[in-house]
């Protein structure tokens, strides 16, 4: 079957937060919260490496709502259901439909770290993905030094795969950094 044909159920729904594909009209709420953020993020995010203008973050979303429609990447942005306020972003990446393989990337706004709201929030995508989606395999890729995105993998029971050294340069850098690989087979012990 044709990926652009899955029907995919919306928003998905947390005890906290309410997550749905960014849409066109997000982009100012994404340039607040990025550009909150763009210290915590530079470091990890290739994407954070400057900051973004309105129009560059109106275009993210619609260019991040077009590759929804089509299947080629799930894109979530995070809200918060008490306050609506945009929290942060995670999604399904890198899907390869026919192996039934995702990744799920994930980042917090600074006022809202510390609290939870992406491991909750990774919990539920990776559950959307076995019981919806039908994945066969869900990980996570992180640097190795990003301590924070790697307790969110541990504490959700992905199992550490491998340490790939040196197979890419640092998001801020041009220095070169190890990636962790965390994978989980279902979703069986999930919280």
Known sequence: MNPILINIPMPLETARLTMRPPMPGDGAELNKAVNESFAELQPWMPWAQNRPTLEESEINVREAYSHWILRRDLRLAL????TGNLIGGSGLHRIDWQARRFEIGYWVRTSFSGQGLITEAVAAIARFAFQELEARRVQILCDADNFRSIKVAERLGFILEAKLHHNATK????????TLIYARFSSDGLP
């Open 79 to 82: 809200f918060e259901k008490n």
């Open 171 to 178: 998001a801020h850098a041009n220095h070169l950094r190890d």
